[in-house]
């Protein structure tokens, strides 16, 4: 994997490389194009136009249905040439104070995800800053579970911490399957069954994110 490992007290992350797609979007192409990877990822087109043109190009291919049609695609389009890659809120930017602020919280809730993950014996679990390599999260938490009751109740645990502690609420998968989504926002689990994991192989694919380290043994014992 990319990059050195950081602490779960620090900040930066790796630089970046390429620009891969949104998981949602990973898992339903790789499951139709294994052998087509240039449908998967583009390193000649900048973020989030290359996503966008990706995603277009491999719906087509495959009749997968991403919800963008081409009024959407127009849309973004124009907003692109009009105001850039990035577009701001009225508001502008936010300062490096409150970037700080977002970030270090970010890093502790996904900390506290992977935690959770532990305690409910999971394996292999891992955190990765992709916040370089990817414009709509931070940090994957990548993991391994055993049996659908044991993905429902991390899910669960999950869930229940991001609501009461951080006030974030999960979208995605909301029944056990091979490979569960959970999307916080800034931090996005995956859980895998384990032939699942080695199939799809994540952190290979994100290479270039750099590891946390977390402050308990990731290891099922």
Known sequence: ?????????????????????NPRARRASAAGHRSSPQLLLRTDLPAPAA???ARSQSS?????????????????????KQHG??????????????????????LSFAVSLAKVAS???????RVLCVKRLVYWTRFFIILTAFS???????????????????????????????WTLLDFGDVVVHIFLP?????YNLE??????????????????
């Open 1 to 21: 994997m990319g990059g050195a490992a950081i602490s779960s007290h620090g900040l930066s992350c790796a630089a970046p490389a390429a620009v891969p797609l």
């Open 51 to 53: 996503l966008c043109r």
């Open 60 to 80: 087509s291919s495959s009749n997968v249905n991403f919800g963008r049609g081409d009024d959407a695609d127009k849309l973004l389009e124009d907003l692109l």
């Open 85 to 106: 890659e990035v577009v701001y809120s009225s508001g502008g930017s936010p300062s490096p104070a409150v970037e700080a602020d977002d970030a270090a919280e970010c």
């Open 119 to 125: 305690e409910i014996k999971a394996a292999d679990i």
């Open 148 to 178: 659908n009751a044991q993905i429902d109740a991390i899910s669960s645990k999950m869930r229940d911490i991001g609501e009461k502690q951080f006030s974030k609420v999960a979208s995605g998968d909301t029944k056990p399957n091979s």
């Open 195 to 199: 032939q699942q994991r080695a199939f």
């Open 204 to 221: 290979e694919f994100y290479g270039n994110a750099t590891p946390i380290e977390l402050p308990f043994d990731t290891q099922l014992q």
